[in-house]
Structures are given as structure tokens and as C-alpha cells.
């Protein structure tokens, strides 16, 4: 997909900087797309750049400032990040309302198509936004004029195939380029000799083909399974609770302890007798491979030297929410021992803007302890970024005020990051040794 995360990107930066070959017979001054200039441009770049903390660490490389990095080296995922994720809710505002609208339809359609599976409603759907986009594109744009014809790049034709080549090859995450050049990375990271380098790599490639055949035909010639770091727990379905965590009980209070008690009554546990203490875990792997955090640990580093990872997407009862976790504990619910989290649930969206934006904008309200609630450890499906869409609305801790309005941004094509077998790495932390303790709720 580097005709969306290059080509398409290259196009448009360009348009809206007004940075594109002007023909003689055009007028520049008519180009009122041509809005990110001067302070502008400026203040925009420094949106992009603030959102760096927000961004977890399972989101890879961070987009830079693209006021002073983008003519420099910015990576194809960068572009991405900034343009698919970052973008529909930071240009909002700074492009004219009918471009900016128009730029969510390419979103909308981009999001959709990154998926390693996808049903046939979405395929169309893509499609409808993509014939809608190329159309509106000639309007809005190159209004069918000779002297902007240039402005009709091949990237924008391909764009109408892409929704028609999921049916006939499937969805673009099984061909994108992301896989082989990790393979030919890899591949490249096994030649030791400098001379006959191409040998070297054809021949690094048939020994890699012989050991994938000779481990798909003799099973016990696969490496063993990933090891879980000591002192973690595992509950199963990909899922394991991991250190820090206390070495003695805590006991909880308000809102909390409420949410706590709650829930253990909803699930038919005694709570009369109940003690209000617990063992908090401070992070869980999830089935992606990322590593969900929390607020318990987090808020203890400055907002500088953090990547947030505590913000996470949830599935509760067929809907999907969005919450900040505070901390993971474990608690017998009968004769089980179940994983659970304390999450703050950040607000529904605004409807209006979720609607105007093709579904791009997720615009919510940060609720802090209004709104906590006690949820299964396996209802987390993946981690988000949550940015505060005003940078003065933050706490000393860079968690955003309580009330004030956050955006949602997922990570594209995260189960294409399945596909090369590697979720987020673990640290030295992952793998403390710690002193053991009694695990069982109280």
C-alpha cells in the first residue's frame, strides 16, 4: 500500500502547500486548497509533533514534524500515521470544510482496505468512497481544466481498482509491500561475506525456503513456543498479565472501590464481607502482540519520555468503546480466577462530527473517575492513542482534565503486523525477577 502511504500523500501535501507545478495558463491565487503556508503550516507541523506522546509504542515510528522533516527522510509509515491516522482529525479545521470532507472519504476507504479481513458490505463501501473521491477530486481540484491535467496523477486512477482487487486477490495486506521488504531486510541481516552479496542473498533465501518446508512437513523442528517472562500470568487466548505489580494487597477507596464492588455483585459474589483491597498489575499482553499499560505506572513518568500505551479499544456486549486502564488485577469470581480492569470508559462520540467525517473523527470526552468500571481482561482488544485535541487541557501528569475532548486513533493495519510473527518487543522490565506473592484476591 505505498500508493496510498507515498504517492497519494505526495499529491495532496503538495496541493494543499501549493507546491505543485503551477501551469502558465493557471493562477495560483485560485487555488483556495492552498492553506498550509506560513504560520499555518507552522502550527501544524507543531500538532503533529505534540502528538508523539500519545502515540504507543506498539504504533512504531512516530510521524516528526512535517514542517522541518518531510523533504528529509519521512519513512512511508510515517506518512501513514500522519495522513490516515493523525490527519482526518488535525487538518479538520485547517483545510476548507468541502476539502477536508473530501479528504475523509480517501480515509474512510484507506482504513477499510488495510484490513487483513474484510466482509463484502466494507468492500463496497470502500469502493462507493473511492468512485465518490476520483470524481470529487475532478470538481474540487483539477475542475477539468487543460492546465491542471498534471494534477491527474496515475495514483489517483488506481485508487478506483483497489476495492475490486480485494475481490479478485483479496485484501492488499497480503501483498503489501511492508512484508517483503521485512523479508528482504532479514534476509540481508545474514550476509556476512561482502563479496557476491546477490549470491549470498538468493542462496540466504533457498536455505530460509528448506527450513519453513522442513518445519511445515517435521513440526518438532519449529522452535519452541514464545516463552512468557517470569512472573507473569497467563490467562490464556494469547493474554498474560505482566510486572510490575504490588507485593501486597492495596486497599481502594471511592469511585474505585464502588466500581469493584459492583462489579463482583453483578457476577453473584458475596461483597457484604467484602475487604475493599487487591494485587494491581500494571500491564497485559494482548492477542496482537501489544502490550496494553497502565495509569497506575504511567503517570509516574513525565509525559516526555512516554509513549502512552494505556488507552484501549474494548468489546463489551457487541459495542465497541474506547477506555484509559488504571490498573489489571485478578479476582475469584466463584470457583474461577478471572483477569480483570479498572478502565475509565471515555464518552460516546460526537455523532455529528463521527457522521460529517465518514467515520474517521472519533471525537470523545475524557471522564476520568465519572465513568469508572470493572471489565474482563479479554474484552481489551487492541491498544489506541487517545490525543487531547488542546494541548492546554492537560494535567501535570499529561493526562488530559477531566471533560475535556480527546480523538481516537488506531493503529492501520495491525493484523498485518501478525503476519511477520513479531508483536511489541519486551524490555528488561518484562523479565525482572521479583519476589513471589500469594495471587489469589482477598
Request: hydrophobic share 40%.
Amino acid at each position: 500500500m505505498h500508493l496510498a502511504s507515498l504517492n497519494i500523500t505526495d499529491l495532496f501535501l503538495n496541493l494543499w502547500r501549493g507546491s505543485l507545478e503551477c501551469d502558465k495558463n493557471d493562477n495560483k491565487n485560485t487555488w483556495d486548497w492552498a492553506v498550509l503556508q506560513g504560520d499555518v503550516w507552522q502550527e501544524h507541523g507543531d500538532a503533529v509533533a505534540k502528538a508523539t506522546p500519545y502515540l504507543p509504542g506498539s504504533f512504531d515510528r512516530p510521524p516528526r514534524n512535517p514542517c522541518e522533516k518531510i523533504s528529509s527522510g519521512y519513512k512511508a509509515w510515517e506518512f501513514l500515521l500522519y495522513f490516515y491516522a493523525l490527519g482526518p482529525a488535525l487538518f479538520r479545521g485547517v483545510l476548507p470544510d468541502k476539502y477536508w470532507r473530501h479528504y475523509c472519504k480517501l480515509v474512510a476507504a484507506i482504513r477499510l482496505l488495510h484490513q487483513r479481513s474484510i466482509t463484502r458490505s466494507q468492500v463496497i463501501t470502500a469502493h462507493h468512497y473511492l468512485t465518490e473521491f476520483i470524481q470529487e477530486f475532478e470538481e474540487l481540484y483539477y475542475q477539468r481544466m487543460l492546465a491542471r491535467v498534471h494534477f491527474c496523477r496515475q495514483s489517483i486512477h488506481l485508487l478506483w481498482h483497489l476495492a475490486q482487487e480485494v475481490v479478485r486477490v483479496g485484501p492488499p495486506a497480503y501483498y503489501t509491500q511492508w512484508t517483503m521488504e521485512r523479508t528482504i531486510g532479514n534476509l540481508g541481516e545474514e550476509i556476512k561475506q561482502p563479496s557476491k552479496p546477490y549470491a549470498n542473498l538468493s542462496e540466504r533465501a533457498v536455505r530460509r525456503a528448506q527450513s519453513s518446508a522442513l518445519k511445515a512437513v517435521i513440526p518438532q523442528f519449529a522452535p519452541p513456543p514464545f516463552r512468557w517472562p517470569h512472573g507473569s500470568y497467563d490467562i490464556g487466548a494469547g493474554y498474560a498479565l505482566l510486572r510490575a505489580l504490588d507485593r501486597s494487597p492495596q486497599f481502594i477507596t471511592g469511585p474505585a472501590a464502588l466500581a469493584v464492588r459492583t462489579y463482583l455483585q453483578e457476577h453473584g459474589c458475596d461483597v457484604e464481607h467484602w475487604r475493599p483491597t487487591l494485587v494491581r498489575w500494571a500491564r497485559l499482553r494482548l492477542a496482537t502482540g501489544q502490550n496494553a499499560r497502565s495509569a497506575w505506572k504511567e503517570c509516574q513518568k513525565p509525559l516526555d519520555k512516554l509513549r502512552t500505551s494505556r488507552n484501549v479499544k474494548v468489546n463489551l456486549n457487541g459495542n465497541v468503546h474506547f477506555a484509559e486502564v488504571q490498573y489489571f488485577f485478578l479476582a475469584r469470581i466463584g470457583t474461577t480466577k478471572r483477569a480483570l480492569a479498572l478502565v475509565s470508559l471515555y464518552s460516546p462520540p460526537d455523532v455529528n462530527l463521527l457522521q460529517i467525517s465518514h467515520h474517521t473523527v472519533y471525537s470523545c470526552e475524557y471522564r476520568g473517575q465519572d465513568s469508572l468500571a470493572v471489565i474482563e481482561a479479554k474484552d481489551i482488544s487492541s491498544v489506541v492513542a487517545v490525543v487531547p485535541e488542546s494541548p492546554t487541557a492537560l494535567a501535570h501528569s499529561g493526562r488530559p482534565n477531566a471533560h475535556s475532548r480527546c480523538f481516537v486513533a488506531e493503529k492501520l493495519g495491525l493484523e498485518v503486523a501478525d503476519l511477520s510473527g513479531l508483536g511489541e518487543l519486551l524490555t528488561d522490565e518484562d523479565y525482572e525477577d521479583h519476589d513471589p506473592i500469594e495471587l489469589e484476591q482477598t
